[in-house]
C-alpha cells in the first residue's frame, strides 16, 4: 500500500511507489519523492505531460541520483508533480492541477519543481529531488517556505534525467528543515574548503523584489558581515534594472533555443497537448534562429566571466530568491507574467552563470514565505549549504524550529 496520504495533489497518479533505502546509511530513517523528470528504473517518467508518458519506454535504470539517495538509507516514496517539460515557474499543470501550497494555500506553489515542493512543504517527505533551469527549485521553495538549491552547473549528473535546456539544467532537492537539507548535501555533494571572506549585497537584484523581501536580506548581510568585508555592489557593474533585462533576455533567448534543440523534433512528431503558457514558450522558441541562439550564447559567456569575477573565490552575494510572495492562484495572466519577468532578472544571474545559490525560507510581515538566497562561486555548494545552516540558526528567534 502506497504510504502517502496526498492531501496536497503534490503526486502524479503513475508515481504512487514505495522502494526502501539501504538498512543502514546516514539518510536511514528519512523519507524523499523525486521531480517526475528523474527516472526510476521500472517506473514510468511523465515530464508532466502525458503525451511524454505515452511515447517512452519505462526506464531500466534509475537516475545516479535517486541510486545514491537509496544507498545512503533514504525511502524513495514515489514522483511528484513537474510543471510540463519543467517550462514554467508558476507550479500549475493543465494535466494533473496545481498543488497545495500548504504555507499559502490560496497561492500557487511555484514550479517547476511545484510537487516537490508541496510535499515537503507539507511535511509528507522530509526532501524531495528537483531541478532547477530558470528558477524552478528557488522560486518554489520561496513560495513555499522551504530550503531549496540550485547546484553549480555540471556537478552532479544530469544521466536519468528529462532535460529541457542542458546549458542550464541542474538537479537540486528541497528540505522543510535545516538539518534535513545539510544532511542530504553531504551526502550528494563533493567536499569542499571554501572560505568566505567577502559578503556583497546585490542591490540591483533586491531592487526587483517587492517589499516583503527588503527586511529579511538585510539581516543575512548583516549576519554576514561580522568577520568579513562587506559591501553593496551591482552584479551588472553599474547597468541596474536595464541590465538586468538584458541579462534576462539572454537566459530566456539562449535556454529557449536550447529547449528546441532538445524538444522539437519529439514535438513536431507527437504534437502533445500543452496549456497556452507552455505552447506559447515552446511556439516563441521554435522562431529562434541558429544565428540568434549563438549571439545569445556569446552574450552568456561575458555575463558568466563578469560574474565569477564579481565573486572570486571567496565572495558570498546576497538577494531575493524571487521578485514577490507566491502569486494567488486568481492571479490574472498578465499578473503572473509581471511577476515572472521581475523573478527571471533575479534568477538569471546564478543561472548565466553556472553557480550554486542557496534560498533560506523566511517570513513576511504578513505571514507569508519569502526566500533570501546566499550566490557562491562554483563548486562552493557544500560550504555555501554550511554557511546558510549557520547563519539561518544565528538568526532564529528563541523557540522558532528551523
Known amino acids: ?45 511523465g515530464a508532466g505531460n502525458p503525451a511524454w508518458l505515452e511515447s517512452h519506454d519505462h526506464p531500466v535504470r534509475s537516475s545516479p541520483l535517486v541510486e ?16 510540463e517539460l519543467a517550462y514554467s515557474i508558476n507550479g500549475d ?87 534535513t537539507f545539510l544532511e542530504v548535501a553531504r551526502v550528494l555533494l563533493p567536499a569542499d574548503s571554501t572560505q568566505f571572506r567577502r559578503v556583497l549585497l546585490l542591490e540591483d537584484a533586491l531592487a526587483q523584489a517587492d517589499e516583503a523581501f527588503q527586511a529579511p536580506a538585510l539581516r543575512v548581510v548583516d549576519a554576514l558581515s561580522r568577520g568579513r568585508a562587506a559591501l553593496r555592489t551591482l552584479a551588472t557593474s553599474g547597468g541596474g534594472a536595464d541590465q538586468l533585462e538584458n541579462w534576462r533576455q539572454t537566459y530566456i533567448t539562449a535556454s529557449a533555443w536550447e529547449a528546441w534543440q532538445t524538444h522539437g523534433d519529439w514535438i513536431a512528431a507527437h504534437e502533445p497537448r500543452f496549456s497556452p503558457a507552455v505552447a506559447s514558450r515552446f511556439a516563441a522558441a521554435s522562431d529562434i534562429s541558429a544565428d540568434t541562439g549563438a549571439q545569445a550564447s556569446a552574450r552568456q559567456a561575458a555575463i558568466r566571466a563578469s560574474v565569477r569575477a564579481l565573486l572570486g573565490n571567496d ?84 523557540g522558532r524550529p528551523s
Open 1 to 45: 500500500m502506497f504510504p502517502i496520504q496526498d492531501h496536497v495533489g503534490a503526486w502524479v497518479p503513475h508515481g504512487r511507489f514505495r522502494i526502501d533505502g539501504a538498512a543502514c546509511g546516514p539518510l536511514k530513517g528519512l523519507r524523499f519523492a523525486v521531480k517526475d523528470l528523474f527516472d526510476v528504473a521500472g517506473h514510468p517518467t
Open 68 to 83: 545514491q539517495l537509496l544507498a545512503a538509507g533514504a525511502t524513495l516514496v514515489g514522483k511528484t508533480l513537474t510543471d
Open 93 to 179: 499543470n493543465a494535466h494533473y492541477g496545481t498543488p497545495v501550497n500548504s504555507a499559502a494555500p490560496d497561492r500557487v506553489p511555484g514550479g517547476s519543481s511545484s510537487g516537490s515542493a508541496a510535499a515537503v512543504a507539507a511535511h509528507l517527505c522530509d526532501f524531495a529531488l528537483g531541478t532547477d533551469t530558470g528558477g524552478s527549485t528557488r522560486v518554489p521553495a520561496s513560495y513555499c517556505g522551504v530550503w531549496g538549491l540550485r547546484t553549480t552547473h555540471g556537478l552532479l549528473s544530469r544521466d536519468g534525467l528529462v532535460p529541457l535546456a542542458p546549458g542550464f539544467d541542474t538537479p537540486t532537492w528541497l528540505a522543510h528543515d535545516a538539518a
Open 315 to 398: 565572495g558570498v552575494a546576497v538577494l531575493p530568491s524571487a521578485a514577490s510572495v507566491a502569486p494567488r492562484l486568481d492571479a490574472s495572466g498578465a499578473e503572473v507574467d509581471a511577476v515572472r519577468a521581475r523573478t527571471f532578472r533575479i534568477t538569471c544571474v546564478a543561472g548565466l552563470a553556472g553557480l550554486p545559490q542557496v534560498s533560506l525560507p523566511f517570513v513576511s510581515a504578513a505571514g507569508l514565505p519569502a526566500g533570501i538566497s546566499l550566490l557562491g562561486p562554483a563548486g562552493s555548494d557544500l560550504a555555501l549549504v554550511e554557511l546558510a545552516v549557520s547563519i539561518w540558526q544565528q538568526l532564529q528567534e528563541p
